[in-house]
């Protein structure tokens, strides 16, 4: 298996985001969940985005594990690999975004790393270096209060040298307007003056689209699913995918089973959907500081879904408040909080397959990528889109069998995102 285009995603929710627009654009796409076991049959793809946790972790650990799938994908062919980050360049000021992007660029011998998380798609735009959520800079909207990397500073040029040992510069929006003749002979004078690194705007698809056709000439770039959507188009223009587009339909054949709904996310938009959601379906919210004190939450929980699951689907959520959340990184730190909400909703999961669960929706980056590992799936066929950035997935290579699952980024879908999405997966 030959592959045009490689992706190295820092989160599972953020990989399956990356892998719908690349199927949308055109790419036949698997996401894979870490680098495949040999052993693991792939089918004839364009892309493969490998999804990782590296989001939070100590940068020295992000760096060898992007390392590593980097190896793996240039092994396969990829002529491009993008690094795929986070929409709102939630990280902190010792990483990851700076180390990763450095480690990646030196392994392709240098050359310079076009970054952008602009998706105007999803309302994220970049002018003058700056990052706006829906017209607000990230620093004065919602998303600045992200529970593990809170961001403060919506001016990237500015956090990404406080990650970065390379020097970083911006192209502008200007620059970018003008084509990619224009922002080519920008960057020679930038690499000329010893910046490996650069900041890009984009407000509308068409900058990203340019962007994507320059940055498809260099080894390796840094984005979110917006560059990827522009690295998509720029391969089918150039002819060089022949699968005459990519389909769905595989993905999205009956599995049956039973439903259920995990969250974890404490975002304003996965609260309201659990809102709605319990309007039509029982929904259990955990006591957080009861999941910390030990085994007996997840215990009641389980009990709770086993009584119900078999009439319809349920929703078990550990989300809380922002000030809930405050509260007990407060008490208990930071990491360990989140690492308790994790493993319970993962546990959770994981018995709610054992009891029979086939489809599966799981809302926040942190509480997916725990599930999945848990539940040890290799890798996912990309299905229909149920809101932007979320798609169905199917599994590949699974142990319990096919299911159709749903991983959710906190920030994402309509208000009523769990309802549309169980009534997509059959």
């Given at each position: 298996m030959a592959i045009l285009l490689g992706s190295i995603a820092d989160d599972y929710t953020g990989a399956s985001d990356l892998a719908n627009t690349l199927t949308k654009n055109g790419l036949r796409t698997v996401q894979t969940v870490g680098i495949p076991d040999p052993s693991l049959a792939l089918p004839d793809v364009d892309a493969?985005?490998?999804?990782?946790?590296?989001?939070?972790?100590?940068?020295?650990?992000?760096?060898?594990?992007?390392?590593?799938?980097?190896?793996?994908?240039?092994?396969?062919?990829?002529?491009?690999?993008?690094?795929?980050?986070?929409?709102?360049?939630?990280?902190?000021?010792?990483?990851?975004?700076?180390?990763?992007?450095?480690?990646?660029?030196?392994?392709?011998?240098?050359?310079?790393?076009?970054?952008?998380?602009?998706?105007?798609?999803?309302?994220?735009?970049?002018?003058?270096g700056h990052l706006f959520v829906g017209g607000q800079p990230l620093n004065e909207s919602p998303l600045k209060d992200h529970p593990l990397n809170p961001m403060y500073d919506a001016n990237l040029v500015r956090v990404l040298t406080r990650q970065s040992r390379n020097a970083v510069g911006l192209i502008d929006l200007t620059t970018i307007a003008a084509g990619p003749g224009a922002v080519k002979a920008r960057l020679d004078a930038m690499r000329m003056a010893g910046v490996t690194t650069v900041i890009a705007d984009a407000i509308f698809e068409r900058d990203l689209e340019t962007l994507g056709e320059v940055a498809l000439e260099t080894p390796v770039s840094t984005g979110a699913s917006g560059l990827g959507l522009g690295l998509a188009r720029a391969l089918v223009r150039s002819g060089r995918i022949y699968s005459g587009g990519a389909t769905t339909t595989d993905a999205i054949r009956p599995v049956g089973g039973l439903s259920a709904i995990v969250a974890g996310s404490c975002s304003k938009a996965t609260l309201h959907q659990l809102d709605i959601a319990e309007r039509s379906m029982p929904v259990l919210r955990l006591d957080p500081e009861r999941l910390l004190a030990g085994p007996d939450e997840i215990t009641a929980a389980i009990s709770w879904a086993g009584d119900r699951i078999a009439a319809g689907p349920v929703v078990i959520a550990a989300s809380a408040a922002p000030e809930t959340v405050s509260r007990l990184q407060s008490l208990h730190g930071r990491e360990a909080s989140g690492h308790a909400i994790e493993t319970a909703t993962s546990i959770i999961a994981a018995e709610l397959v054992e009891r029979g669960v086939r489809r599966l929706v799981v809302a926040g980056g942190e509480t997916s990528g725990a599930a999945v590992d848990r539940l040890a799936i290799p890798a996912f066929l990309i299905g229909p889109e149920i809101a932007p950035g979320v798609p169905v997935l199917r599994t590949v290579g699974n142990a319990q069998g096919d299911m159709l699952l749903a991983l959710k980024s906190g920030n994402f879908g309509g208000e009523d995102f769990f309802t549309a999405a169980l009534a997509m997966m059959h």
């Open positions: 493969v985005v490998i999804s990782l946790k590296i989001r939070s972790v100590p940068a020295s650990d992000a760096v060898a594990a992007a390392a590593s799938a980097e190896r793996w994908l240039r092994q396969r062919g990829a002529g491009h690999v993008l690094y795929k980050i986070c929409s709102t360049f939630d990280s902190t000021d010792a990483g990851n975004i700076g180390p990763v992007t450095d480690a990646l660029s030196d392994a392709a011998d240098g050359g310079i790393v076009l970054v952008t998380p602009a998706f105007p798609e999803t309302g994220r735009t970049v002018y003058l």
